[in-house]
């Protein structure tokens, strides 16, 4: 099973080649768990003090980023 984070509009399009490369594809795999970790991450640090702006910014940088990286993947192996 997919983690819950990839069920958003982002990859709604994407969704079954995201299934199939999920259960098959190791580096694929670990990119969407880490792309799991940053929004986790990001959502833990959302509720903490300002002083932790700039960790939620890296956060919300890198879950943007791999977010195109999964969705390029996905594409050049659909």
Request: hydrophobic residues 35%; glycine residues 0%; aromatic residues 8%.
């Amino acid at each position: 099973m997919i983690p819950q984070a990839l069920n958003t509009l982002q990859f709604a399009k994407y969704m079954e080649a995201i299934k199939m490369l999920y259960k098959v594809d190791d580096d694929f795999k670990t990119l969407c768990d880490d792309y799991l970790i940053s929004k986790t991450s990001l959502e833990k640090i959302k509720e903490k003090s300002v002083e932790d702006k700039q960790r939620e910014l890296e956060y919300r940088r890198l879950a943007l980023d791999l977010e195109k990286e999964i969705i390029e993947y996905v594409t050049k192996r659909s």
